[in-house]
């Protein structure tokens, strides 16, 4: 792990967040999501989108991206801000968190995470049909709590949520 670094994002890396975005939605999503909701925007829309986040504008309130290096390349990403959901008001939110498949295994996801969310209470969604995705959560103290959605930003995905913490 100690070839990974991680800092916050700064919006000269949303061209770069925008590539693995896309890169690490290939690699995880095709066959689970219909091919338009993975491809989604261009590139330049995505990295414009980035930029304004980047720039804190933000409808929802602070949020922070951070990134995961290798020898100076983004190889992933984890984003991170108050709970949307409001039965955990109070606490914090993994939105995304994306690394690419050859970093896997690097120790970027673990560092992502401990940065964006460290040890708090906190909740997140992920597609059901994850595995993956769920047994890292899982290692890291999260768990279902039985609350699921069908996302239509994501052709009617089934997500579930998952938890760690109590209520403050």
Request: glycine residues 10%; contains cysteine.
């Amino acid at each position: 792990m100690s070839d990974v670094t991680v800092r916050i994002a700064t919006t000269d890396d949303a061209l770069a967040i925008a590539r693995v975005h896309l890169q690490t939605w290939r690699e995880t999503y095709t066959g689970k999501l219909a091919d338009d909701v993975i491809e989604g925007r261009p590139i330049p829309e995505r990295a414009a989108a980035l930029v304004r986040l980047l720039s804190g504008e933000s409808p929802f309130g602070p949020q922070t991206l951070w990134v995961a290096e290798r020898e100076g390349t983004i190889v992933g990403f984890a984003w991170a801000g108050d709970c949307r959901d409001e039965d955990r008001t109070g606490q914090a939110e993994l939105y995304a968190i994306n690394v690419l498949r050859a970093h896997h295994g690097s120790g970027a996801g673990q560092r992502l995470l401990d940065a964006s969310v460290g040890d708090d209470a906190a909740s997140l969604w992920v597609l059901e049909d994850n595995p993956r995705a769920r047994a890292f959560y899982e290692r890291n103290r999260f768990v279902a709590d039985g609350a699921t959605k069908d996302d239509e930003r994501l052709g009617g995905a089934h997500e579930i949520r998952m938890v760690r913490g109590r209520l403050r």
